[in-house]
């Protein structure tokens, strides 16, 4: 049985994507299946998605970073439209909202169209980020679950949670369990941006659970209260 009635997934291009290449088919149909069946758990689910698999930043110190962050953004759409396909043949209905006017690919996100597609059922995919530069995706995910009165974030990584240094580079790294937002904020821990942390905090957001989404099925046992990873909350 669930623990949440609403989610605001936060999903990374990565999640998508083989070791070379920017899709991988196979991986892709195991993340629709693993969202169709959080909807099955009666979930209500909004993916914020991200585009790492397709564009990582600026070519060069020179590049307007404005014009690289819009790149990331439309980057966003296309993960969000190949969700959504695979999302389909999977048997679960899906919209795509974009924070950007695209209406021949996408709908323009607005809270309550979003609203009115998961309360009849449908994986909402948000894309686009928040529309603006200099916000990343962590931060476009805190502003979708304040709006959405979501009941938490699901941020999946490549670890098992948060720690309080940078595990890939230290050894000694601890995990953290449980973490309050503003904690969090004072230590100055990166899985997640300030803005993202201050947000939920300042929009009571309950909780952020962040772990590892290897393997995948790791958001479902998540979703039914199992006790991955950290939770960062109020």
Same mark, same amino acid.
Request: glycine share 14%; proline share 3%.
């Given at each position: 049985m669930a623990k949440y009635r609403r989610i605001v997934l936060k999903l990374s291009g990565e999640s998508l994507a083989a070791e070379r290449g920017a899709f991988d088919e196979a991986r892709i149909?195991?993340?629709? @299946?693993?969202?169709? %069946?959080?909807?099955?758990?009666g979930v209500e689910t909004a993916v914020v998605m991200g585009g790492g698999n397709i564009w990582r930043g600026r070519f060069s110190e020179q590049m307007d970073p404005v014009s690289a962050d819009q790149m990331g953004m439309l980057a966003t759409v296309i993960n969000a439209l190949a969700v959504q396909e695979a999302l389909r043949r999977v048997g679960q209905s899906a919209s795509v909202f974009t924070a950007q006017e695209m209406n021949r690919f996408a709908a323009l996100y607005t809270r309550d169209a979003a609203d009115a597609a *998961? @309360?009849? +059922?449908?994986? %909402?995919? *948000?894309? #686009? +980020? $928040? #529309?603006?530069?200099?916000?990343? $995706?962590?931060? +476009?995910?805190a502003l979708r679950a304040a709006e959405l009165r979501a009941d938490a974030v699901f941020k999946g990584t490549t670890v098992d949670g948060v720690y309080d240094a940078d595990p890939h580079k230290n050894p000694d790294a601890r995990l953290i369990r449980e973490i309050s937002y503003r904690e969090a904020i004072e230590r100055g821990l990166k899985v997640m941006d300030i803005s993202a942390f201050t947000l939920c905090m300042e929009r009571h957001v309950p909780e952020i659970r962040v772990f590892s989404m290897n393997p995948l099925a790791n958001i479902l046992r998540v979703a039914e209260g199992e006790a991955l990873g950290t939770v960062v909350h109020e």
């Open positions: 149909l195991e993340v629709a @299946r693993n969202i169709a %069946a959080l909807s099955q758990m *998961l @309360r009849a +059922g449908e994986v %909402a995919l *948000l894309a #686009g +980020g $928040t #529309g603006n530069p200099f916000f990343t $995706t962590d931060t +476009g995910a």
